[in-house]
């Protein structure tokens, strides 16, 4: 494996990583929710919100050469 792709590989996996807890936060979410369990139902949207943001600030492309 040349060294090149060691990092896209690692950002691919951790992307996958994220959108897995993504996926699973959601749908304890709505299970919680569901059996009214409030407080885990809430935690478990909040915790779903909170890797909605960071993946959408990881995705975000870069405006210009200081990526701002």
Do not use: C, K, Y
């Amino acid at each position: 494996m040349s060294p090149e792709t060691r990092p896209d590989r690692l950002q691919s996996v951790g992307r996958f990583g994220l959108r897995a807890l993504r996926i699973a936060a959601s749908t304890l979410s709505i299970v919680e929710l569901l059996r009214s369990d409030w407080t885990g139902g809430i935690a478990s949207g909040l915790a779903w919100l909170v890797f909605l943001q960071v993946e959408r600030t990881i995705n975000r492309p870069s405006h210009g050469p200081s990526g701002t």
